[in-house]
Antibody
Framework: EAQLVESGGGLVKPGGSLRLSCAAS????????MSWVRQVPGKGLEWVGR??????????DYAAPVKGRFTISRDDSRTTLYLQMNSLMTEDTAVYYC?????????????????WGQGALVTVSS | QSALTQPRSVSGSPGQSVTISCTGT?????????VSWYQQHPGKAPKFMIY???KRPSGVPDRFSGSKSGNTASLTISGLQAEDEADYYC???????????FGGGTKLTVL
């Protein structure tokens, strides 16, 4: 069973930076396209971005609100996913979840988020 | 404002059935078969419940079912149980630029 553990959340001032980590286990991390999804406290879910596997170029895609400010990376040797957040704004305050795509035993479908970490709270406030 | 529209709340008594709607457009729900649903209990991470409109991942009870008609997807929970009380979110693929969009969530209360 896949396990995801996020870390690195905390309080940061507007304009500041923070890096989240997501330690993954229980599945073949190097084969998975990984995503970050966030949730403003008391509000709905929002896809943040994703990174493809190394063999697919490890290319990244981002939601419009974070494009140019957030960077997703991965270290397959450490089975760890990262989210570097720069130029943070108050509206970035949220719980950030690391997620795996659906795996049906043969292939991945990254339109779906099968496993979720416990989340990391990021608070942007002066 | 979320891209997909869900009712803020629904309720039902134990044993009854409830349906949660999720309305989008032809650019998301109506245009693709990639609709999913997530259950979230307070203080917990979301749980993957439905994919490909109506398929259930292993371990999800068959009381949960999904469907779609035009631009609206639906989640039906039959034989309501107390532990079904939670927030439910729909999600749809929305093309290569937007990727996916979520609904605003529906709070299910089991009376």
């Amino acid at each position: 069973e896949a396990q995801l553990v996020e870390s690195g959340g905390g309080l940061v001032k507007p304009g500041g930076s923070l890096r989240l980590s997501c330690a993954a286990s229980g599945f073949t991390f190097r084969n998975a396209w990984m995503s970050w999804v966030r949730q403003v406290p008391g509000k709905g879910l929002e896809w943040v971005g994703r990174i493809k596997r190394i063999t697919d170029g490890a290319t990244t895609d981002y939601a419009a609100p974070v494009k140019g400010r957030f960077t997703i990376s991965r270290d397959d040797s450490r089975t760890t996913l990262y989210l570097q957040m720069n130029s943070l704004m108050t509206e970035d305050t949220a719980v950030y979840y690391c997620t795996t795509p659906l795996y049906d035993g043969r292939s991945y479908s990254d339109e779906y988020f099968q496993h979720w970490g416990q989340g990391a709270l990021v608070t942007v406030s002066s | 404002q979320s891209a997909l529209t869900q009712p803020r709340s629904v309720s039902g008594s134990p044993g009854q059935s409830v349906t949660i709607s999720c309305t989008g457009t032809s650019s998301d729900v109506g245009g693709y078969k990639y609709v999913s649903w997530y259950q979230q209990h307070p203080g917990k991470a979301p749980k993957f419940m439905i994919y490909d409109v109506s398929k259930r991942p292993s371990g999800v009870p068959d009381r949960f079912s999904g469907s779609k008609s035009g631009n609206t997807a639906s989640l039906t929970i039959s034989g309501l149980q107390a532990e079904d009380e939670a927030d439910y979110y729909c999600c749809s693929y929305a093309g290569t630029y937007t990727f996916v969009v979520f609904g605003g969530g529906t709070k299910l209360t089991v009376l």
